[in-house]
């Protein structure tokens, strides 16, 4: 199943962080799917609707774990980005972008090219 590799689903648990991720990524011309929920999430990774993963650091460890998982199964090409609070690096993530450096720094991360389009197996 081929993923849409300009579509950013971007999860958080907090409605006013989704919708300025949300806005950030439209103006930089990425598609957004935004949800609040685990199994939302899910049902888009399963859909392959995406081809970007954003999680953001207010989902526990278990969701991120269970999400990476799913993601990586289901889209092997995708790209995921991971939104922090601190300066560690989470395992697993292509790309760590600092919440403190506001929602268009994903953006330019994500258009700057550094992220794969395709990666190899």
Same mark, same amino acid.
């Given at each position: 199943m081929k ?7 971007s999860?958080? !648990?907090? &409605? *006013?962080?989704l919708?300025q991720?949300?806005a ?7 598609? %957004? ?8 999430a ?8 995406c081809?970007?993963?954003?999680i953001? =650091?207010?989902?526990?460890?278990g969701?991120i774990?269970d999400?990476?998982i799913?993601f990586?199964?289901?889209?092997p090409?995708?790209?995921? %980005? ?5 300066? $560690?690096v989470a395992?697993g993530? *292509? !790309?760590?972008?600092l *919440?403190s450096?506001? &929602?268009?720094?994903?953006?330019? %991360?994500?258009s $700057?090219?550094? =992220? &794969?389009q395709s990666?190899?197996?």
């Amino acid at each position: 199943m081929k993923s849409n590799e300009n579509t950013v689903l971007s999860f958080s !648990h907090a &409605p *006013d962080l989704l919708l300025q991720r949300e806005a950030a990524l439209r103006s930089g011309d990425f598609e %957004v799917i935004s949800v609040r929920s685990e199994s939302q999430a899910c049902f888009e990774i399963e859909m392959g609707r995406c081809g970007v993963l954003l999680i953001c =650091y207010t989902a526990t460890v278990g969701t991120i774990q269970d999400l990476t998982i799913l993601f990586r199964r289901r889209c092997p090409n995708g790209t995921f %980005v991971m939104n922090r609070t601190e300066e $560690s690096v989470a395992k697993g993530f *292509d !790309h760590t972008v600092l *919440d403190s450096a506001g &929602p268009e720094a994903i953006v330019r %991360v994500l258009s $700057s090219g550094l =992220y &794969p389009q395709s990666k190899a197996s």
